[in-house]
């Protein structure tokens, strides 16, 4: 095995950060890890941006075991990933997660690369699904002049398709059909700021779906 250049300062860093860490949570309660080892109970569901300039527990305030995590680049929910939908399966009927937000964040990278037509990667390929919520609100979007404007309203545009993607999927339905308490919420996080805006989209029932898109489960 390969050792670690000893010039890979933040490579050290990170692992002394982390002794530091484990003994600041253990001065201030003793029983912090071994209560974590024994399970966890979150009531929430995040799926975010895969960008590091979000992370889902911090600029919540949440502590470990409060907040189940899936990311991904332009917080998608696609029906066909079986990585989501493994983790919404498991939050919502194991853990019972009573919310689920949507965060997505200004001057997200996915979202702007689905405006253009440069040539990234593979990451093409996922990007594609981006670019058919734009396809939705062409109009609207392209009406906006300001390009700053135009993207922004963009990134809360894609977060709330995803709220109701994600009300499709037979394993919120099933959750809701059999009267289990879970409500699913789009935010959009300003980078500039650390502030979460509130997008007021606020999914509980299957109300708001079309109903075509209601399953008789």
């Given amino acids: 095995m390969k050792n ?5 300062n933040f490579y050290k860093k990170i692992l002394e950060n982390n002794k530091v860490w484990s003994e600041k949570k253990l001065k201030e309660n003793p029983e912090f890890f071994e209560r974590l080892a024994k399970g966890q109970e979150p009531p929430l569901l995040w799926i975010g941006c895969a960008d590091s300039r979000v ?7 949440a502590e470990p075991g409060e907040v189940f995590v899936h990311r991904n680049i332009a917080n ?10 493994s983790v919404v ?5 194991v853990l019972k997660v009573k919310h689920i ?5 200004y001057g997200c990278g996915g979202v702007k690369a689905a405006m253009g037509n440069q040539h990234i990667g593979i990451i093409d390929n996922w990007i594609r699904h981006i670019k058919d919520v734009y396809r939705l609100h062409h ?3 392209n009406s906006i002049v300001n390009e700053t404007e135009r993207f922004n309203a963009f990134v809360e545009i894609n977060v709330k398709e995803q709220v109701f993607d994600l ?3 037979s394993i919120v339905q099933g959750a809701w059909k059999n009267g289990q308490q879970l409500c699913l919420h789009g935010w959009v996080y300003g980078l500039n700021s650390g502030i979460v805006k509130d997008l007021e989209v606020n999914l509980c029932d299957n109300k708001d779906l079309d109903t075509v898109d209601r399953l008789m489960l």
């Fill in 4 to 8: 670690i250049d000893s010039s890979d």
């Fill in 55 to 61: 992370p889902a527990n911090e600029i919540i305030g």
């Fill in 76 to 85: 998608m929910v696609i029906h066909s990933d079986m990585n989501m939908l």
């Fill in 89 to 93: 399966d498991y939050a919502v009927n």
């Fill in 101 to 105: 937000i949507v965060c997505g964040h």
């Fill in 139 to 141: 109009q609207y979007l």
């Fill in 167 to 169: 009300a499709k999927t």
